[in-house]
């Protein structure tokens, strides 16, 4: 998911130029939009490195689940095998489906 950031360069610029030629109202405005555009492409940032992460995330339990299976099998009881292995199985279709989407993405 792309956001549409803010030009953080050219709130700069305005303010840079509002406070060699400004008045104080100006500088003040100019200020506090370039403290608005950076806030709200840290937040819009943020979004989106969420996203990503719970997008991966049944990819990510998957092999966590593995990992357990493969070191601590022989310590787990039966119900606990039975539902690291369905997770590791969903993350598998997760990870497959991922890569479906991404070659179609490619291939349009």
Do not use: C, W
């Amino acid at each position: 998911m792309k956001l549409p950031y803010f030009k953080i360069k050219d709130a700069f610029s305005e303010a840079k130029e509002s406070f060699s030629y400004g008045s104080g109202a100006d500088k003040v405005s100019s200020t506090a939009k370039l403290l608005g555009k950076s806030i709200a492409n840290i937040g819009m940032f943020a979004v989106e490195v969420g996203v990503d992460s719970v997008k991966n995330l049944p990819e990510t339990a998957g092999r966590k689940a593995q990992s357990q299976l493969d070191n601590n099998s022989d310590t787990m009881t039966r119900e606990q095998i039975e539902k690291a292995t369905q997770i590791v199985e969903n993350g598998k279709q997760a990870r497959a489906n991922r890569l479906a989407k991404e070659k179609e993405e490619r291939d349009k």
